[in-house]
């Protein structure tokens, strides 16, 4: 992972003391290398400025009328949304008997008055740097997770992340009696593509037809990459008909779908099978294995059509 360069003016620093002096002079210190900065002068003026700005960093003075820099961080670091932020204390000599309660309730560090300018930026940019780069490996994990979830051809979820979800919904549905549905996706003659205009353009027909059906679709529904040429797509609080409904206007919109190629324009169908959570399930896989049997019948009935699983 590539580290980002340091720079001052990317950071934002809330400075909160009840003394305009101290203010003024800590705020003369961070404008000088380059540090954004805003002011609080007390505890609940503090708390409006993190709701209308995104602060990287706070230096909190430890005593404060009304509502002092305990309590101050106390809020903060109970707010999921804020506790991620450092605060560093502002304290003079004499309160420093107060900083065993500040560490325990999350503070990283502290500045005794009067201030020593070389002492703040260092501190000050220390807590910064490891910020940054914590705030770096986080996204890169998040990254990397979703990497994780995603087939590498189509970029939509892959067959384990797609079970994950349908796992969670049918657990969902037994728990609170919700229904969803399953559509089970097959492009027909798929085979005969690869052979006919070879494998890139396989792929890009892959790829054309996720983009287009992902967009057609709502944006808590699941679409995945079930193998190969096969997809399936989870309809959270859809019941059979709308999901009829829906699987029409998929195999309408893949109809009227033409993909360039050197060979002449590419036109391509799909079958779907469309099943519904039904009370007596016991598994995920028995929705899957109804779907199933409706995507064979889609396909005995001649492609390029859906069909709902009918029990005998």
């Not at 400025?49 to 005593?63: A, P, T, V, Y």
Request: charged residues 25%; proline residues 3%.
């Amino acid at each position: 992972m590539q580290l980002d360069s340091f720079i001052p003016e990317n950071f934002l620093i809330l400075i909160v003391d009840d003394i305009s002096h101290n203010l003024k002079l800590v705020g003369e210190m961070l404008d000088e290398v380059g540090y954004n900065t805003t002011f609080a002068i007390s505890g609940s003026q503090a708390l409006n400025r993190l709701q209308n700005n995104q602060i990287d960093l706070i230096l909190l003075d430890l005593m404060m009328p009304e509502m002092d820099g305990l309590q101050v961080c106390k809020l903060l670091k109970s707010d999921p949304e804020l506790q991620e932020i450092p605060i560093i204390f502002l304290t003079a000599n004499h309160e420093q008997d107060n900083l065993v309660n500040a560490f325990e309730l999350g503070a990283i560090d502290y500045i005794t008055k009067p201030f020593i300018k070389n002492e703040l930026l260092a501190r000050v940019k220390t807590h910064l740097t490891l910020k940054q780069t914590t705030d770096n490996l986080r996204k890169a994990l998040f990254k990397l997770k979703r990497l994780a979830q995603l087939d590498p051809l189509t970029q939509i979820l892959n067959r384990r992340s797609f079970f994950e979800f349908a796992e969670a919904e049918f657990n969902r549905s037994i728990r609170d009696g919700t229904i969803f549905s399953l559509l089970m996706l097959d492009l027909d003659h798929f085979k005969q593509i690869n052979d006919h205009y070879g494998h890139q353009i396989g792929d890009r027909t892959l790829i054309t037809f996720t983009s287009v059906v992902g967009n057609y679709l709502r944006e808590f529904d699941h679409f995945g990459r079930y193998g190969g040429e096969e997809f399936v797509i989870l309809l959270p609080e859809t019941n059979l008909e709308d999901a009829f409904q829906l699987a029409q206007g998929i195999c309408r919109l893949i109809a009227d779908l033409s993909i360039p190629t050197e060979k002449g324009n590419l036109q391509i169908t799909v079958s779907i099978g469309i099943a519904i959570f039904e009370s007596q399930d016991t598994r995920i896989e028995d929705i899957f294995d109804r779907a199933d049997q409706s995507l064979y019948q889609a396909k005995a009935q001649g492609r390029n059509t859906c069909c709902v699983y009918q029990s005998n």
